[in-house]
């Protein structure tokens, strides 16, 4: 039978729309990155963002730690303290720490990102939903995601997973990372707190936070980060996607806007947003990592720091926290990206 309603003796024949089942979501084009491309481009990440942004991440620690009364701490307030104690290279105290964390955690979080958004991206319900192609006898429709899909893919070399998809693989990845590395986070959280000026190496820390609270205490505050970082991971890596998709849409190719601009700001953006929704579990968990004695579990921390502060403690610190990741994820994200693109592109 033809692809038509037979004609009638009052009327000519008239032609069915052929639809026409769109390709499954993959890549536009085979790239050659590997394991250890991510795994370099995310340790050269990780080492640029901690070291740059060292001080936020001291000065954010000391203004959550626990002081006694009620009075607000102010960021000027506590730079004056640390330079007159320390000098100005006081403000960089805890960067070995951070640099141990950092730099593998960063290059182990962005290879198990990728690792896990490959294998989401073969699942048809974590994939995204290309736009219905419908071709019409004689003419073709407009809707079709071929042109735009080949715009933004000049813009990155990552999969492009539904919301879902980068919620899940987002939380799955910083969680594994942050427990492997908890014991780094919490010897960098002391260091830059006034109250451990007897840490004067690495191991020494180590040797003396294993002899007074054993191996539990190498894991002090891992569930209040988890509660941190899983959805602070899934919302960043989502509004970072969404971004980078909406602002690719928006920019025109003969505007010639560079790609790092376009990964640097839909990081700091979805950088900002997360961290709003996450400050109070990132205030609880500095708490028990610095003060374990007085915040031994999540219940008595989050009951604790209410009564030290009011609502108002859950948010100390938040600014700088919120102007720090922006940085961190703008950093991270383009540097990781752009080593990606280049890799890609030069066929290396």
Known sequence: MSNSIASSSRGPTIPLPIPVIPPPNVPISKTNLKAQHH??????????????????????????????????RRVGTVVREV??????????????PTLVRNVPGVALYFYMLSAIRGRLSITPYFQTTP???????????????VSSSSSLSSRTALVKLSNQGN?????????SVGFILNPITIL???????????????????????????????????????????????LSLTFYEKGKEVAGRMIKPEWGVPNAVLHSGSAAAAAVLATLATSPADCVKT????????????????????QDRGIPGFFSGSSLRIFRKAASGAIAWTVYE??????RDQGL
């Open 39 to 72: 795994l370099a481009s995310g340790a050269l990440s990780g080492l640029c963002s901690a070291v740059c942004l060292q001080p936020l991440d001291l000065l954010k620690t000391r203004l959550q730690q626990r002081y006694e009364g009620t009075q607000r």
């Open 188 to 234: 960098k959280a002391r260091y830059e707190s006034t109250q451990f000026h007897e840490y004067r190496s690495l191991w020494g820390a180590f040797r003396s936070l294993v002899q007074t609270e054993g191996i539990r205490g190498l894991f002090q505050g891992v569930t209040a980060t988890a509660v941190r970082d899983a959805p602070y991971a899934g």
């Open 131 to 145: 736009l219905a192609i419908t071709v019409l006898e004689g003419s073709t429709s407009s809707k079709t995601p």
């Open 338 to 343: 752009s080593i990606l693109l280049f890799v």
């Open 83 to 96: 330079v007159r104690d320390d000098g100005v290279t006081g403000l960089w105290r805890g960067t070995v």
């Open 167 to 175: 919620l899940l693989a987002g939380a799955i990845a910083r969680t």
């Open 287 to 306: 708490r028990m990592q610095v003060n374990p004695t007085d915040h031994p579990t999540l219940r008595r921390a989050i009951i604790k720091l209410y």
